[in-house]
């Protein structure tokens, strides 16, 4: 069993070493459950009286789409911006719109300065209940005399008139809606009726003031078009007078621009190119056919076409069959043959036809080609003649083609302006709209805040902090022992056995409720004796060749049961056939002595004194089968009579007369008499009370026994565990669970 202790206790260490536990995370919610419950219920009762006392606020939403077709500019027929709505241009066009110039034409027209909601606070307070209510039951449109005459606004002052546009900013807000050019517009109000009318109001404020934006340039560049427009007439009007002037003064007639001289040169030299043209190619014509005429390396067959007559091109084509026809013949018969030599006799007639031909296609060509000379030759002398004039006065043509491209460019300019001048005019007069409402806001029937789910869920995680947080100080502030992990890592001892806390029907035998240390003689198969045997069987398993004969019970302070545990392994030990006796040790309060109801008899102390014989104070306690030496009469030096050579004797005769010496000392912090016990006994068993006592009031004491005899210290007993909240820390005494549910179910079976 003892392997089975250390087995369970390293795995314990070895989970606790881990650092996260699921398991203890587990066992840690179900013990401090209900403080978690009761502080999230808690919380969550005050968000409900939050959201009971908060005021709800509904949002209504307008859609507006920008055109984001390219602009134009102002009296341009033409596109000459290639801007399009990137992003920085929406965020431009949502900054216009919260914008206080557009917000004051919406506080206006809808006279918010004299609402209850977005106007100034009279009372001087912020958003009262009472001013809520008030425009709640307050109808929706103002009143006729507000309508009908401006005196709210009249007698608003600046002040008023920027508080609300402040207050209307605050509840307006426009976002980008997806990834296109739509942007949504919302504003927040008590009102439901109210904030969908506001937030039309803020779409078709902007949709206005776009509208109003384009006109005022329209009109600028108007303005400016037709100054402009003054300065360009007069300058086409000085540069015509200037060309007629100088005209008047040459006596040069308009003709297109330019004078007779000029245009008869012109003539010419277009004349001269086309004569020059022409000669060259009857030239060329007439050198081809000479050339082939006269025998030269050019071949008839690589005249072309054009220069070829019908009957010309019937003896080229008879040429070229004879040819072929002597090549058939050559490659078949001699060169003498008669039928070569016909063939040779018909092809040299036909060359010679063929150059009588050439001949008068020459003669005929060559005419031609003089008479284009001669052509040419005539245009060239006129062209003289004409070079000598125009060189005369080319400097008055330089004066007037230049006052022309003045006077050309002015006018030019003019028109132009005159054109953007009259597009601009109909612009100011009307525009296309470049924003429109898609979505206009519906009146809202959920409030958009508070939002009760976000609220409460908001509520109820902060509840979960706080309990988890309370639940934390509670464990915190639980100063015992409550597993064995903790047992062993502050005391670095082992625990022995974890003993339940009894109830009265536990203790009941046949009607009566008996004390709990006669449980191993009037009930030896409960789960309370089985706890005390495993108790005495790990004390004497701890050193198998010399198990401890004097064993001494002490505790660090009054109150944790050590009597009970020390009086119970005493009549455990005596059922198991040992003759055992128990000496009540603590002079002051003897409990054992009462227990076994020797309370005033003669004891210890009558021994030690001196009055009385060992044989006469040690007594037989029936009941529990075993003998007890009674503490006896009151001291006022306990701590020297346990301390004696005397008292040191008596347990050296005592544990050779007993299997078994149980001793009873006072708790270790109220006085040393166990300190001055311990030095004397074999082992030490160490009682704690469980979830109790103060764990660093227990370490103390314990160290003070440790001192005192460390080899003797036994281990831990945790006493009076309570199991309904001991199983909920997952990690409680082996020896419980042994005493407990493993005891029920070995003995059911």
């Not at 400016?224 to 300058?235: E, F």
């Not at 015992?480 to 992990?485: E, H, M, N």
Request: proline letters at 4%; glycine letters at 6%.
């Amino acid at each position: 069993m003892l392997q089975n202790v250390d087995r369970y206790e390293q795995t314990e260490q070895a989970g606790a070493a881990k650092g996260f536990d699921l398991r203890e995370t587990l066992h840690f919610g179900w013990r401090q459950w209900k403080v978690i419950a009761v502080v999230t219920a808690l919380c969550l009762v005050i968000g409900a009286i939050q959201l009971a006392r908060q005021i709800p606020v509904f949002t209504a939403t307008t859609q507006i789409l920008l055109d984001p077709r390219k602009e134009k500019a102002a009296g341009a027929d033409t596109i000459l911006s290639d801007a399009v709505l990137d992003l920085p241009m929406l965020e431009s066009q949502m900054a216009i719109i919260r914008s206080s110039t557009l917000l004051r034409r919406v506080v206006e027209k809808e006279r918010l300065v004299t609402d209850a909601e977005f106007g100034p606070r009279r009372d001087g307070g912020g958003w009262s209940l009472m001013g809520s209510i008030r425009s709640l039951i307050s109808s929706e449109q103002p009143t006729q005399q507000d309508s009908n005459s401006p005196s709210g606004l009249a007698q608003a002052g600046g002040a008023d008139v920027q508080t609300s546009i402040n207050a209307l900013a605050t509840a307006t807000s426009v976002v980008r809606s997806g990834q296109g050019y739509v942007l949504s517009i919302s504003v927040a109000s008590i009102d439901p009726a109210k904030a969908a009318r506001l937030a039309n109001a803020v779409a078709d404020a902007y949709a206005v003031d776009k509208l109003d934006a384009r006109f005022d340039a329209a009109r600028r560049a108007s303005t400016w078009l037709g100054d402009r427009l003054d300065d360009l007439r007069k300058q086409l009007r000085d540069s015509e007078k200037a060309v007629a002037d100088y005209r008047s003064v040459k006596g040069i007639q308009a003709n297109s621009g330019l004078t007779l001289n000029q245009q008869q040169l012109a003539d010419l030299n277009a004349r001269l190119i086309t004569a020059r043209s022409e000669t060259a190619e009857k030239k060329s014509r007439y050198d081809l056919i000479s050339g082939a005429n006269r025998g030269a390396r050019v071949s008839v067959q690589s005249l072309p076409d054009a220069m070829s007559t019908s009957s010309l091109s019937s003896m080229r084509a008879q040429l070229s069959a004879v040819t072929q026809k002597e090549a058939d013949l050559l490659a078949r018969y001699s060169s003498g043959h008669p039928l070569v030599v016909n063939v040779r006799a018909e092809r040299a007639d036909i060359e010679r036809s063929i150059g009588g031909e050439l001949q008068r296609l020459a003669a005929s060509v060559k005419n031609e080609y003089e008479l284009a000379k001669a052509r040419e030759e005539a245009v060239e002398k006129a062209l003289e003649s004409g070079s000598g004039q125009s060189q005369m006065d080319s400097d008055t043509a330089i004066q007037l083609r230049e006052l022309e491209r003045t006077a050309t460019v002015n006018k030019s300019l003019f028109e132009d302006f005159l054109q953007r001048a009259r597009v601009t005019e109909e612009q100011s007069t009307f525009e296309a709209r470049d924003v429109r409402v898609i979505a206009p806001a519906q009146t809202p029937r959920v409030p958009s805040s508070p939002v009760r789910t976000l609220v409460m869920s908001t509520y109820l995680i902060i509840g979960l902090v706080l309990g988890l947080v309370c639940a934390f100080a509670i464990e915190a502030m639980n100063a015992g022992f409550t597993t064995p992990v903790q047992v062993e890592q502050a005391l670095h001892a082992p625990l022995l056995v974890s003993i339940g806390l009894q109830s009265n029907s536990d203790l009941t035998v046949d009607g009566k409720v008996v004390p709990f240390f006669l449980n191993p003689v009037l009930r030896p198969f409960s789960r309370a004796s089985e706890a005390v045997r495993s108790l005495r069987s790990g004390v004497q398993m701890m050193d198998v060749d010399h198990p401890p004969k004097i064993i001494m019970f002490t505790s660090s302070i009054p109150g944790e049961g050590k009597t009970t545990i020390a009086m119970s392994t005493a009549t455990s030990a005596a059922q198991g056939g040992q003759k055992v006796l128990v000496i009540d040790c603590d002079l002051r309060h003897p409990s054992s002595s009462r227990l076994a109801g020797m309370e005033r008899d003669t004891g210890l102390v009558e021994f030690l004194v001196g009055d009385s014989e060992i044989t006469t104070v040690i007594q037989r306690f029936d009941r529990g089968n075993i003998w007890v030496l009674p503490a006896g009469g009151r001291t006022q030096n306990a701590p020297d009579l346990l301390g004696s050579e005397k008292f040191k004797a008596l347990l050296q005769r005592l544990s050779k007369s007993f299997d078994l010496v149980v001793i009873d000392t006072p708790p270790v912090g109220p006085v040393i008499d166990a300190m001055v016990v311990a030095q004397f006994v074999d082992k030490v068993v160490f009682v704690v009370k469980w979830a109790s006592t103060a764990r660093e009031l227990v370490g103390r004491a314990f160290k003070q026994i440790q001192s005192s005899g460390g080899k003797q210290a036994a281990g831990i007993v945790l006493n009076q565990v309570v199991e309904k909240e001991a199983q909920k820390y997952g990690k409680y005494a082996y020896g419980y669970y042994y005493g407990n549910r493993y005891y029920k179910q070995y003995y059911s079976e």
